[in-house]
């Protein structure tokens, strides 16, 4: 289910956008629209715009279309009569969820529920879902605190003005180059571009360095050993360091692999030492897979590839996903309803196609084909760093999630305006990256395809 290749007509964005950019120009900031879409045209791994250009869609809408466009699958949720109620109408699921609602959640988000997990908060995008997380994180670290008492009328009065107790001088510590969402509790812990935090107030919360490896791992495993152990000798420095300050840390938060700061990863080892640390010093331990969720790294959670029994107390996901929302621990329930909430607390019709999505990744063995792509791109972006070894560098990933550095940032943007002229869509992240969020479905013979056409470009570079 998908076209045979790409097929251009114009170069992008062609007349009939800039035609719509103009108009939508008059009603919102349009400049960080690429084109406009003919979603009705686009099918499987191939985005169509709306002056007839086929691309292949190797960034799929900044990594959250988990099985294609069109999928015939989803077309069919839609035209099942038992989900039109689910379509019409949108429960307030904190107060009034639906029959089915319980059932549900748990034959999809629950069949995916991160090792050590049964419970999960639903929510509607990334930001939001990271949102509550922290909120959720302080309030158990206070209740942690408080033990049996009560909150004191200092607490509950000095609340209603921003003060402590009542808002308490708690942090917590993210990672330079993390990304975890533009709302101004998840701005305090993103630090991938200055354009995201300039103007906005933030919090005094500690960042910590993450580690900076050098390629090819099995060439720098001392160098890149003894870059990790600096980098979590760091952070407990910066816990001890903010408890000293009456700031305490309550919670870690992290990604499996930096998207947005560079396509960052670290080793397993890396991670399963950060969790004990956080453990030590009682912080709660938040794992971001917003964006590398969903099957992109060959296992449905990127934080599977460190093979932890119990990985975390938090997982907050969107994307690919469909809707957000976060896995928590038992203790990390808030104590009183109301106090995680807002008027829909997530989607349930949008519950309804990750459930399809789901069946059709089992029932297709996508994971297992993730991998296998991932490692067809992986080695063919091995090969041309090798043939244009002044242009490309650092080719890294897991599964399809990977990346590769070009020799600077106009270098890259070039790149990928060149690759998408050709047919492909790629997207940027961190100074110089090129990232690469193929949907489940982007077989070896999509990565044939993409590796022949980046060929030309490069060559033409
Ligand atoms: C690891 C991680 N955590 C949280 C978020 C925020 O999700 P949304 O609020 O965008 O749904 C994201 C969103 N990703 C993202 C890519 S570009 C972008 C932006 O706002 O420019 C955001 C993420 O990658």
């Given at each position: 289910?998908?076209?045979?290749?790409?097929?251009?007509?114009?170069?992008?964005?062609?007349?009939?956008?800039?035609?719509?950019?103009?108009?939508?120009?008059?009603?919102?900031?349009?400049?960080?629209?690429?084109?406009?879409?003919?979603?009705?045209?686009?099918?499987?791994?191939?985005?169509?715009?709306?002056?007839?250009?086929?691309?292949?869609?190797?960034?799929?809408?900044?990594?959250?279309?988990?099985?294609?466009?069109?999928?015939?699958?989803?077309?069919?949720?839609?035209?099942?009569?038992?989900?039109?109620?689910?379509?019409?109408?949108?429960?307030?699921?904190?107060?009034?969820?639906?029959?089915?609602?319980?059932?549900?959640?748990?034959?999809?988000?629950?069949?995916?529920?991160?090792?050590?997990?049964?419970?999960?908060?639903?929510?509607?995008?990334?930001?939001?879902?990271?949102?509550?997380?922290?909120?959720?994180?302080?309030?158990?670290?206070?209740?942690?605190?408080?033990?049996?008492?009560?909150?004191?009328?200092?607490?509950?009065?000095?609340?209603?003005?921003?003060?402590?107790?009542?808002?308490?001088?708690?942090?917590?510590?993210?990672?330079?180059?993390?990304?975890?969402?533009?709302?101004?509790?998840?701005?305090?812990?993103?630090?991938?571009?200055?354009?995201?935090?300039?103007?906005?107030?933030?919090?005094?919360?500690?960042?910590?360095?993450?580690?900076?490896?050098?390629?090819?791992?099995?060439?720098?495993?001392?160098?890149?050993?003894?870059?990790?152990?600096?980098?979590?000798?760091?952070?407990?420095?910066?816990?001890?360091?903010?408890?000293?300050?009456?700031?305490?840390?309550?919670?870690?938060?992290?990604?499996?692999?930096?998207?947005?700061?560079?396509?960052?990863?670290?080793?397993?080892?890396?991670?399963?030492?950060?969790?004990?640390?956080?453990?030590?010093?009682?912080?709660?331990?938040?794992?971001?897979?917003?964006?590398?969720?969903?099957?992109?790294?060959?296992?449905?959670?990127?934080?599977?590839?460190w093979g932890m029994d119990d990985p975390a107390d938090i997982v907050s996901f969107s994307k690919k996903l469909l809707s957000g929302g976060y896995y928590h621990k038992d203790?990390?329930?808030?104590?009183?309803?109301?106090?995680?909430?807002?008027?829909?607390?997530?989607?349930?019709?949008?519950?309804?196609?990750?459930?399809?999505?789901?069946?059709?990744?089992?029932?297709?063995?996508?994971?297992?084909?993730?991998?296998?792509?991932?490692?067809?791109?992986?080695?063919?972006?091995?090969?041309?760093?090798?043939?244009?070894?002044?242009?490309?560098?650092?080719?890294?990933?897991?599964?399809?999630?990977?990346?590769?550095?070009?020799?600077?940032?106009?270098?890259?943007?070039?790149i990928l305006l060149k690759a998408r002229d050709k047919g492909v869509l790629l997207g940027g992240c961190g100074d110089r990256s090129i990232r690469f969020r193929p949907a489940?479905?982007?077989?070896?013979?999509?990565?044939?395809?993409?590796?022949?056409?980046?060929?030309?470009?490069?060559?033409?570079?």
């Amino acid at each position: 289910f998908d076209y045979d290749g790409p097929s251009m007509k114009t170069t992008v964005p062609g007349p009939r956008s800039k035609e719509l950019m103009k108009q939508l120009g008059q009603i919102q900031n349009t400049g960080a629209i690429n084109f406009f879409c003919n979603y009705e045209e686009s099918k499987g791994n191939y985005l169509v715009d709306v002056d007839g250009n086929r691309m292949l869609d190797i960034y799929t809408q900044i990594s959250s279309i988990p099985i294609g466009y069109n999928h015939p699958a989803l077309l069919k949720v839609m035209a099942n009569p038992n989900n039109l109620s689910t379509f019409v109408n949108r429960p307030a699921l904190g107060i009034l969820p639906p029959e089915n609602f319980p059932d549900k959640i748990t034959e999809s988000l629950l069949s995916v529920a991160p090792s050590g997990m049964t419970r999960v908060q639903t929510m509607s995008c990334g930001a939001c879902s990271n949102e509550n997380a922290y909120k959720a994180i302080f309030i158990w670290y206070r209740n942690k605190e408080r033990g049996q008492n009560t909150p004191t009328n200092e607490e509950l009065n000095t609340s209603m003005i921003n003060q402590a107790p009542g808002c308490p001088e708690l942090s917590i510590l993210s990672f330079m180059g993390g990304f975890h969402g533009r709302t101004l509790g998840c701005l305090a812990t993103t630090h991938s571009k200055a354009i995201h935090k300039l103007d906005i107030p933030s919090f005094d919360w500690p960042v910590a360095p993450f580690p900076r490896l050098q390629y090819p791992l099995d060439e720098f495993t001392r160098e890149n050993a003894e870059e990790e152990a600096r980098c979590l000798e760091e952070v407990e420095d910066l816990i001890v360091k903010w408890r000293q300050k009456g700031k305490p840390v309550a919670g870690i938060v992290i990604e499996p692999i930096q998207a947005e700061g560079g396509d960052n990863h670290a080793s397993p080892d890396f991670f399963r030492r950060l969790r004990n640390i956080a453990r030590k010093h009682g912080c709660a331990f938040h794992v971001d897979e917003v964006q590398t969720g969903g099957g992109g790294t060959g296992k449905f959670w990127a934080h599977e590839h460190w093979g932890m029994d119990d990985p975390a107390d938090i997982v907050s996901f969107s994307k690919k996903l469909l809707s957000g929302g976060y896995y928590h621990k038992d203790e990390l329930q808030p104590d009183k309803p109301y106090r995680i909430f807002n008027t829909w607390m997530g989607d349930p019709s949008k519950n309804l196609f990750l459930s399809e999505v789901l069946n059709v990744i089992r029932r297709e063995n996508l994971l297992e084909e993730v991998t296998r792509s991932g490692k067809a791109l992986l080695n063919g972006l091995y090969e041309l760093q090798a043939q244009y070894p002044s242009i490309l560098s650092r080719a890294r990933g897991q599964g399809t999630f990977c990346a590769i550095d070009a020799f600077d940032d106009a270098t890259r943007d070039r790149i990928l305006l060149k690759a998408r002229d050709k047919g492909v869509l790629l997207g940027g992240c961190g100074d110089r990256s090129i990232r690469f969020r193929p949907a489940l479905v982007f077989k070896e013979y999509h990565v044939n395809l993409f590796l022949n056409i980046f060929n030309d470009v490069l060559a033409q570079h």
